[in-house]
């Protein structure tokens, strides 16, 4: 098949708008050409203009995040494949999303119905989240916990286990915070504490490397007999950890 100078064939069109389902205009951006241009050629080679729709994708609507176009159907609803936090996908259309119809998978349903009546609760939503950030890619925090080798308590796969080793201690202004943040979510990793305390033990977890020896800045100080508080300073200021020895050292 010939191209013309902006290297537009047949194949091309159908790969960037039936496949990937690309408008005229993103195709006109990409091959740098006017959109008049490519419907010029879609009328050329015969291929057919698909609908005019909103484009959903990688929008969120509850735990669904939509991640591509489907079809439009015969009353010219489109309908998207959604990936549910739980990790299952389901085909919804525009309307059911914008207007909340759907917001799951039909895990939100299963959940509410759930016996031990804490479907809605604050912890409910603590053990979810925590499940969400170590399993789920496309969770924003996932890369800063799954994504990285945190993991949870096989115990703790239903609500029914978590909370059966985190009842004790829990209250409203508290949240869940785990002791070593290097360590995976687990009844002897866990506890209870407020926003100081979690971002204390934060600081307390600050790993500094210095000629191939990696220690905490508690370790540090300990080791080279100085002050920590001089370390988080330096540490703060974002320097790098040949930097902040160097200022220590005199190096």
Known sequence: MAKDKYGITMEMLKELHLEQKLTPQQIA???????????????????????????LEGQRFSRLIVQSFDEVRPDRNAVWICLCDCGNTVRVTTALLKF??????????????????????RPYNIWRGMKTRC?????????RYGGR??????????FEGFWKDMEAGYADELSIDRIDNEQGYSKDNCRWSTIEEQNFNKRNNVSLTHNDK??????WADELGINRRKLYE??????????????????
């Open 29 to 55: 951006d990409k091959v740098g050409c006017q959109r008049s241009t490519i419907y010029h050629y879609l009328g050329k080679y015969g291929i057919a203009k698909l609908p005019k729709i909103e484009r």
């Open 100 to 121: 909340g119809k759907v917001k799951s998978c039909g895990c939100l349903t299963r959940e509410i119905s759930i016996t031990h009546g804490m479907a809605n609760s």
């Open 135 to 143: 399993t789920n890619p496309n969770e924003p925090n996932y890369e």
């Open 149 to 158: 080798g945190i993991t949870y308590s096989p115990d703790w796969e239903t």
């Open 214 to 219: 990696t220690l905490t800045v508690t370790e």
């Open 234 to 251: 330096l540490h703060d200021q974002c320097l790098s950890d040949e930097a902040i020895f160097k200022r220590l050292l005199g190096e």
